[in-house]
C-alpha cells in the first residue's frame, strides 16, 4: 500500500480538526496547553539493529519492521498515536518524559506540522533544553 501526499494531508487535516483536542489522558506533568516540539513521528522512522520499530529512539518498540511495508509503518495506528498526542498535548508517556525535545505550545506544532507537511518549510530538529 502506498500512500500520496494527499493521503498524508487529508489524515494531517483530519488530525488537526478541534475535536483532537481532547483532555489530556495521561496525567501530563508538562503545562496545559504545551507539547513536545518534535517532528519525529512525520519525518522518521526508527529501526533497531534488530528490526524493532519505533517514531524515534525514545520511545518503546511497537512492531517488526518485517511486519509491514515501511510505508505503512509510517500510517500505521501506532504511530498516529504518537502523531495525536503531540497535537493535542495527551503525550504518550514516551513524549511526556522525552529529554531530547523541549516543550512548545500546542499551536505552534501544528502550525509546524502543517508547513512541514504541505513542503513549505524545512524539518528542523529541535535540541534538548
Ligand atoms: S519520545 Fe521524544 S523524540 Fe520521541 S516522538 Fe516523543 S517527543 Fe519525539
Same mark, same amino acid.
Given at each position: ?13 483530519? #488530525? ?27 519525518? #522518521? ?85
Amino acid at each position: 500500500m502506498q500512500l500520496s501526499i494527499i493521503d498524508l494531508t487529508t489524515e494531517l487535516a483530519e #488530525q488537526l480538526k478541534p475535536k483532537s483536542l481532547t483532555p489530556q489522558k495521561y496525567c501530563s506533568s508538562l503545562p496545559l496547553g504545551s507539547t513536545r516540539n518534535c517532528l519525529d513521528p512525520w519525518t #522518521q522512522l526508527f529501526v533497531t539493529a534488530t528490526g524493532g520499530v519505533r517514531p524515534c529512539c525514545n520511545a518503546p518498540k511497537f512492531g517488526e519492521v518485517f511486519d509491514r511495508p515501511l510505508f505503512a509503518w509510517m500510517n500505521s495506528p501506532e504511530i498516529k498515536e504518537y502523531r495525536r498526542g503531540l497535537l493535542s498535548g495527551s503525550l504518550m508517556p514516551a513524549c511526556e518524559n522525552c529529554h531530547d525535545r523541549p516543550t512548545i505550545s500546542i499551536d505552534e506544532l501544528r502550525a509546524k506540522v502543517s508547513a512541514v507537511v504541505a513542503g513549505t518549510a524545512p524539518v528542523t530538529v529541535p535540541q534538548p533544553s
